[in-house]
Nanobody, 125 residues
Framework: VQLQASGGGLVQPGGSLRLSCAAS????????IGWFRQAPGKEREAVSC????????YYPPSVRDRFTISRDNAKGTVYLQMNSLEPEDTAVYHC???????????????????WGQGTQVTVSS
């Protein structure tokens, strides 16, 4: 399993970024892809998840209505569109893959099963 995140950078508060995740090496037919973030001194937080079975998406309250996860099956790529960014969104963002359903990772807050190198997102004026 290979997961490579890209698209991070420096953005002003209120701005937008789109992260990309190139995913490959999956042999399972049912899995989920998600994003989690890690900021210094803070707990790891899952911020989105999409099921490759039914396309269902999930978000925690902290990013709901601001972040949107989507997929391009033909390209093997998952995107995270982040709008109305706040300084509290500053973190390293990782894309990840899970073998359970999205609720396992976002509701029960279990770690994803695979993840790759992250991309830094900094929200600052």
């Amino acid at each position: 399993v290979q997961l490579q995140a890209s698209g991070g950078g420096l953005v002003q508060p209120g701005g937008s970024l789109r992260l990309s995740c190139a995913a490959s090496g999956f042999t399972r037919n049912r899995y989920v892809i998600g994003w989690f973030r890690q900021a210094p001194g803070k707990e790891r937080e899952a911020v989105s998840c999409i099921s490759f079975g039914d396309g269902g998406t999930y978000y925690p309250p902290s990013v709901r209505d601001r972040f949107t996860i989507s997929r391009d099956n033909a390209k093997g790529t998952v995107y995270l569109q982040m709008n109305s960014l706040e300084p509290e969104d500053t973190a390293v963002y990782h894309c990840a893959m899970g073998v359970e359903g999205c609720t396992h990772y976002l509701i029960f807050r279990q770690p994803f099963d695979y993840w790759g190198q992250g991309t830094q997102v900094t929200v600052s004026s």
